[in-house]
């Protein structure tokens, strides 16, 4: 049996994006390996766009509504090829033995659904025998293979699928995402200068957050997590912060840890821009559902959708609206489109099981006088439709109401 205590780490662009950063992210490899783990790195593709080897800049070499998506998946797979090699060759010069994976060398079995395939299994027989010589890992995000040994990428944000999947596969004892901020934030601290950094989360609430639009990590990671019970640590490639643990946090040794966030009442603030609000004003409920057929046909992802007798009311992304008006306008429905709109989620475990939190936010609208297009409510999470004008100002507002700068 495989006993020897392993650790997955994830690397986003910015922490391989420079010799510099790499230094960076090679210190805290080698940190590890040095402690006795066997040690699996996974990568992303170096940099964003703009940037010499970034997924964005290989798409923009070609004509993408002429290619097949298989030869795309051939390109974009290359940036986590690249940053893989550069990283082991760095590692080496240190003086530390390596062995480079692509997604399928390292046995990632996925569907053939090209740019937005689905892990099947993974064999990780190669990766084992690897640790078992003493190399550091180092396995190209993003990608996997079918069984005709097709390259195929996982979508967007799919290294940390990698590496979480991978986690899983060769039962490891933890999986550090390691980025170029502290861990999870109580909110955007460009927007909440008060945000604070939070030392522990659910996976219910990150998974929150990541789903209504928080880039701290992909929400079918924190599925692949919850499932087997993976712990999740989000880390600072160029800081020595501690993080944010993310657990389930339901075995007996975490009770403490359970009920602390039970009594947060509110862990955590996202938002999302340049949305637009639709309101279908037509009580025949058949010509409306034609025109979701072709909304659907269309791939346009609609939204907070309230569904009454006489309107239909959802929102979409602003890149998806003239679309979407030229649907509307065939059917002949009689529409109001409202721009220039934001939606705030507020999230916390059981949320909804406490009305108290609405009530407070309510009032918070109220007394600024600050109008709401839209609310709704899940379990873990309460979202507000507003205009974009008062999206800084609500989410500070909401920030101060429930404290979220004081340690909890």
Known sequence: MYLMKIIVQK??????ATKESRKMAIEKIIEKYNEGYGIVVVVSAIGRKGDPYATDTFLDLINQEILDKRDIDLLISCGEIVSSVLLSNEIKERG????????IQAGILTDNNFGEASILEINPTSLIESLERGNINIVAGFQGGTNDMEITTLGRGGSDISAVALG??????KVEIFTDVDGVMTGDPNMIPKA????????YEVYQLAKEGAKIIHPKAIEIALENNIPIVIKNTFTNSDGTILKAFNSSSCKKKEESLRKRLVSSL???QNRVQVKILNNNINKVKETLEEIVKEKISLDFFDLSKNTFVFNVNINNSKRLKKILDNNSLDYEIIPD????????????DNPEALLRILDVFYHNKIEIFQISASHDSIWCLINQKDLESSLNLIHDEFKLYEES
């Open 11 to 16: 690397f986003g662009g910015s922490s391989v």
């Open 96 to 103: 530390y033995n390596t062995c480079v994976f692509t997604g």
């Open 196 to 203: 604070r950094l939070l030392k522990t989360m659910s996976f």
């Open 270 to 272: 996202t938002y999302q």
């Open 168 to 173: 899983r596969a060769i039962n490891c004892e």
């Open 341 to 352: 709109c934001s939606k705030i989620s507020i999230v916390g475990k059981n949320l909804c």
